[in-house]
Each structure stands twice: as C-alpha cells, then as structure tokens.
C-alpha cells in the first residue's frame, strides 16, 4: 500500500524534489519524469519508476493506478500526496497529478546499435535543455534510432528536457560521447556523417543520403566547429530566405531529419 | 550624450525592468529585446529603440556606438550602466551588454498584405512564448510573410518570445486575431488554409499546395479544435513512426513550412 506523506520535510519528498538538480541526479542515477503521458509511456516501453509520488486525483487514472501497483510489486517506493508538495517537487504552479523518479539509462556509444534504424541524429555541445527533449521527440516521430550527445551538452535527464521530449526519452537511444570516440565508434562501421553548414554548397533538397545516415546539429550559438565539418561525409545548406542567417537547433534538426526520411520513400 | 546611471533605483531601469512583466508591456506599449544582434537586426529594418541601456563593453561595437547615437538624435533615452544593473533588468546572470525598448507594432490583419509573400502562418492559442518566437525565426528563415496568432496566445512581446525570434519579430507581420475575425478576412481574398491533423487521410508529401498558402498549427496540447479543422481547405498528415503522436508545435510548422516551400520549386 502507498504510504500518505503530508510533510513537505518527508525524506522521499526532498529526495524527489533534489532530483530538478543535476549533482543530485548523477548523484542517484535518476531523473524525474512527471504526469501520466509520460508515465505510461514508460510503462509501454517496458520502464517501471523507482518511486512513484502521486495526489488522489492522479491515482484515479487506471493506468495510473496499474503503475503504481506494479512500482510497488517490483519493490519501488509509491507515495501519495497533496498536490502542494507535487507543486513543490516539480517547481511549478500547475504540477501534473504524478510523478516519478526513473532509473537513468546507460548512455555510451554501446547503447547505439546502427543497424536498428536508418537514421540517427547526432548533436554538438547544445546548451539549452527544451532542445535536447524536442531533438528526442523528432527523432521518434520521424523513425529516428536515437541521440547522440557530444561534448559538454545539457543534461537530458533534466527536468525541461523529459518534459520536451514528451516520453521519447523512453523510446529512443541516448549515448554521451566525446568527438574522438564518436568518429571512431562511427567510422568503425557503415555510416553516412552529414552536416549543416551556412558554407555548404550542396543545398539539402538535391543531395541523396544514404543509410545509416547520422545527422550532426552544431551548438546553438557557434554551429558546428571547423574540423567537425571537415569529418563530415556531406555537408548541405538550408538556404535561407530571410535576415536570418540560422534556424533554431532543434528545428535544423527536424527539418534535416524528415527531409531525409521523405527523400528515401 | 547617454546618461550615466549606478542605482538599481533609477526610474529608467526600474521602467525596463517592468517590461519583463505583461501588463506593464501592455500599459506602455513597449517590448525588450536584449543583446547586439537582434538591436542590429531592428536597426536593419529600420527600427530605433526608445529607450536603450548598455554597458561601456556594450557600447563598443560599431554597430551599438551607431545605433545609441541614433536613438538620442531621434529622441530617445540612452543610459550607460553597470553589468549588475543590466543583469537585473534582464533577469539573466549572464546579461548582454545591450538592452533596447522597442514600440510594440500595431498587430492587426491589417498588417498583412496576403500579396506580399506565397506562404504565412498562422497559429491557435499557442501556450509558450518560445514556441511563438521560435515560429516567427522559422517564418524569416523560410521566406513567409509573417505570423497570425488566434485566440488567446502567449505574449509575442514577452522577452522569452523575443529572444526565440532572433530578430525575426523585426522583420516578420505580426496579427492577433479571433478566428471568426481571422476567418472573414481570410476568405475576403484568395488563400488556401491547410491544417495539420492525425485523422487527416492526405499525407503532407503528397498534397499540392497553392498560393498563397496559410499554414495553421494547433495549441500544444490539444491541437486544432475540430470546427477549425471543418474550416480548412486541405487537412494533411505527418505520418509518426514511432510511439509518440505529435510534434512540437514550433517543430510542425517548420517540417510543414519547408515542406511547403521546397514543393514549390
């Protein structure tokens, strides 16, 4: 049975609420994951949480219900509790009626198996957390196998990126990589490595990608640097008709990705 | 010559700093926008700041010694201050070195001239500012004409929308609407109305668009309301291939939007 915690000073409420903090979460080898979308979409791809907090309301749910009585029966932690100390842990006025602290995946070049998809998408040093979950959600969308995160990157265990990556955090692949490794893993098999570049003369719509085809996004504000394109097997522009000499990182990524999708029906 | 100013309690900062607020934008009619780059870009389209504020660094580009010269012979307010004080005014530790405060344009439908471009967007009640800002940096970048919000959107003023934009809220027509009013004036002319839709039958890739072309994308989380979707001409899908069965809102209307455009060449 769930235990009720009404004190915002409960040791599993803190423990879940340290988890918005990344030392906490390498700390634990957790994350946080909040609201039944999610939550059954981890169920669905076969993720049980650790722990499991949840108001009455969210418990109403039969899914909801159903995952909490299995985090119980594999011997996770389920709490319930008001929706001031959800508020509380998730940091925002409007928290979901659940949530749940996952187990972090391993994330190394060893999780990437090419041959499971046709595309991948690879991504440089991104600052900003909400582009890392949409890059996940793309890739899930557009058929992609998974992510691969160079350099020093945001955490995409972090709250803003679970969120953005509405569970395909859960069913795409995620290895952390230096770039080093990354070209050795890469060019230890069949791979395309394709790149955007403002420089590129080779413009995206006539160019033809071949399978596995690894998409490589530069950082937000400095795009990919030199020698990371000069590796690259093919470099393609998206020419752009306006002022702007860039797009954001997670749209780049998307449009390159169904692109190339649309390109091999 | 720009005012020198040290206090946190100056009435100018303490005016810019308000405009991080909603209703005090409102009240006065002004906007922020932060950094050198999208004060160049203003500058580009021929718009001066009424207010702008800087640090000495700030001020020694060209392009900002320029544009703060500019701003005083045109009337405006220049006040030169300290990183601290910038950083207050922007809510960011990392400030830029620049900060302007630019008049809110008229965002009727009335700004938009339909002939001035093939393609526009046009967006239902979207929830987060980034979204907005993003859409408006995809809109410059793919050649559209600007953007349409309906119903009861985010701020396009809000600084987080300003800053997604990158400029593009410069260069791009900005209209807020009801949809009954959106609807009439849609109709008073020509103009195809495309939705996206999961129950849609036409897949994205194989549907012909004509001039112009109004793109519309649906709120976060519900998507299109269904009397919308009776209203548009062309209702298409984009196939998901994985477990998720949506885009992010920003990311739909760039696939959609260059779509569009490459179909077109």
Redo the contacts between chains.
Sequence with gaps: MPRQVTAFSNATVKRLRSLRDKKARRAEGLFLAEGLRIIA?AR??GRLPEIIAFSPDGARHPLAAETIAATEAAGGEAIETSADILAKMSGKDNPQLLLAAYRQPQATLKQIDRSRSPLWIVAQALRDP?NIG?IL???????AGGLILLDDSADPFSVEAVR?S???LF?QALAIARWPDFLGWLRSGKGQLVGTSLEATHDY?ETEYTQPCFLLIGNEQQGLPEAYEAECDLLVK?P?????D???A??AA??MA??I??SW?
């Design positions: 979409e669905d791809s909400g949409t959600r793309t890739g899930d969308a557009v058929g953005a509405m569970g395909a069913t719509l998206i752009m008709a306006g002022r702007a860039s797009l954001n997670a749209v998307a449009v169904f692109h999708r649309a029906r």
